[in-house]
């Protein structure tokens, strides 16, 4: 069993930055893949961005594309999102995952959700 423990988000206004990470405990990881789901109030949950942890090979929505980054630290099992150029439609509750079967960008993929944090943006 795996349990991940996402932190940092807030509250920034458009166009600034945050950035978050993601621990993972329970077991080792080698093939596996974990990932950033958002959802918005009201909305079904969004693929964000995905790393391999074997290959570092990156998945990511074109909605997020050259504004959001995903890496990893291998001996902290941690990985980490940074977030630049953030919009209001950015505005979401955004869980870390760990990807189980099916399309690396459908949320539908992904298991062992962590409780989430707020990113919020706003003027």
């Known amino acids: 069993q795996v349990l991940l423990v996402e932190s940092g988000g807030g509250l920034v206004q458009p166009g600034g930055s945050l950035n978050a990470s993601c621990e993972a405990s329970?077991?080792?990881?080698?093939?596996?893949?974990l990932g950033w789901i958002r959802q918005a109030p009201g909305r079904e949950p969004e693929f964000v961005i995905a790393?391999?942890?074997?290959?570092?090979?990156?998945y990511f929505a074109d909605s997020v594309k050259g504004r959001f980054t995903i890496s990893k630290n291998n001996a902290k099992k941690t990985v980490y999102l940074q977030m630049n150029d953030l919009r209001p439609e950015d505005t979401a509750i955004y869980h870390c995952?760990?990807?189980?079967?099916?399309?690396?960008?459908?949320?539908?993929?992904?298991?062992?959700w962590g409780q989430g944090i707020q990113v919020t943006v706003s003027s």
């Open positions: 790393i391999s942890w074997i290959s570092g090979d990156t």
């Open positions: 329970g077991r080792s990881l080698r093939w596996d893949t």
């Open positions: 995952a760990m990807y189980d079967i099916g399309y690396y960008t459908a949320p539908s993929s992904y298991k062992h």
